[in-house]
């Protein structure tokens, strides 16, 4: 119906017509309800779809999170491995030139001294620790 529709009750010449008007403004109004029904079920959809992604991505960032933490951690113990035994080889090339120069420090009479166990373990932790200070004032990004 290409006809003008009334503003007012008082534009309606008759009942049927009002009638007419109204079962129009029904079926109108159920399209609508049926639109809005359809448009959120849509909606609902994408909704789910939008929580479902969100939480992919929450958990692949974890993941990531946590792999590149292990492997930093790797690194960092790899490294620390390096230096460690960097420490260890200084200790044992020390005690290597005090056997063959038979130089100890103080004299023979502190050699027992020098080669005992707590003496070794000692020197090797201090050692270890100073290439510890040393690799951290070179690498301040490292913890």
Excluded at 48 to 54: A, P, V, Y
Excluded at 112 to 129: K, N, P, R
Aim: proline content about 2%; overall charge positive.
């Amino acid at each position: 119906m290409n006809r003008r529709r009334p503003r007012k009750a008082s534009e309606v010449g008759s009942f049927a017509e009002l009638r007419t008007y109204y079962d129009q403004a029904i079926a109108e109004l159920d399209e609508c309800h049926r639109q809005r029904r359809a448009i959120e079920g849509v909606n609902k959809a994408n909704r789910k779809e939008l929580l479902q992604k969100r939480d992919e991505a929450k958990t692949a960032k974890s993941r990531l999170v946590t792999l590149s933490r292990k492997q930093k951690a790797k690194e960092e113990a790899t490294k620390a491995g390096y230096w460690s035994g960097g420490a260890a080889i200084c200790v044992a090339l020390f005690y290597e030139f005090c056997k063959a120069s038979n130089g100890w420090i103080g004299g023979p009479k502190y050699q027992s001294l020098w080669q005992h166990e707590a003496m070794i373990s000692t020197l090797t932790f201090l050692t270890t620790s100073v290439f510890a200070w040393v690799y951290k004032a070179a690498h301040p990004d490292s913890k």
